[in-house]
T-cell receptor, first 118, second 110 residues
Framework: DAGVTQSPTHLIKTRGQQVTLRCSPKSGHDTVSWYQQALGQGPQFIFQYYEEEERQRGNFPDRFSGHQFPNYSSELNVNALLLGDSALYLC?????????????????FGDGTRLSIL | LAKTTQPISMDSYEGQEVNITCSHNNIATNDYITWYQQFPSQGPRFIIQGYKTKVTNEVASLFIPADRKSSTLSLPRVSLSDTAVYYCLVGDRGGFKTIFGAGTRLFVKA
């Protein structure tokens, strides 16, 4: 049973460029959340996708956008990259359908994409 | 949203029991308490989740007092490989309105 997979594992970009990160959720999961984790800090919630729609967003600018596909996989796009966007980007999946929107299902995380901005 | 407070770091030795306490004074009635473990350059891994009293699984125990304003993660007989950051979360509904704090950095020494 495959867990959450993310690609690429590492990426180097320069300021002003755009980047797309990809995530495949754990088999059977329908909800994907994205997090940004700066060095030495806890993960910060970016947004969550369910049924191909963004259903909640954290305190991140519109440069951060996402998408969820019918197979539940997801992409995170970041435009106009800044030096401060350098971080580990984590994807987590969970199951919402059939368990209720407010279920206490724990999340399953991938090992992230390490994004470095030069 | 309930905020959590944990010690920034803890040291221990191999074979000892480690207890990490988390404060969550504003926990809501329907909030569960969830603990994650994170190693460097990896994503967090679910350890244990509970609502009240005591929960035990193959890797840890979670103690929750009656007022639920705090919880304690207990790791029995830690090894060097338990060196990691441990996060306490309240109300983790599959990522919906999830807030991670800074976590507790546990260092296990030989």
């Amino acid at each position: 049973d495959a867990g959450v997979t993310q690609s690429p594992t590492h990426l180097i970009k320069t300021r002003g460029q755009q980047v797309t990160l990809r995530c495949s959720p754990k088999s059977g999961h329908d909800t994907v959340s994205w997090y940004q984790q700066a060095l030495g800090q806890g993960p910060q919630f970016i947004f969550q996708y369910y049924e191909e729609e963004e259903r909640q967003r954290g305190n991140f600018p519109d440069r951060f956008s996402g998408h969820q596909f019918p197979n539940y996989s997801s992409e995170l796009n970041v435009n106009a990259l800044l030096l401060g966007d350098s971080a580990l980007y984590l994807c987590a999946s969970s199951l919402a359908r059939g368990t209720g929107r407010n279920s206490n299902q724990p999340q399953h995380f991938g090992d992230g994409t390490r994004l470095s901005i030069l | 949203l309930a905020k959590t407070t944990q010690p920034i770091s803890m040291d221990s030795y191999e074979g000892q029991e480690v207890n990490i306490t988390c404060s969550h004074n504003n926990i809501a009635t329907n909030d569960y308490i969830t603990w994650y473990q994170q190693f460097p350059s990896q994503g967090p891994r679910f350890i244990i989740q509970g609502y009240k009293t005591k929960v035990t699984n193959e890797v840890a125990s979670l103690f929750i007092p009656a007022d639920r304003k705090s919880s304690t993660l207990s790791l029995p007989r830690v090894s060097l490989s338990d060196t990691a950051v441990y996060y306490c979360l309240v109300g983790d509904r599959g990522g919906f309105k999830t807030i991670f704090g800074a976590g507790t950095r546990l260092f296990v020494k030989a």
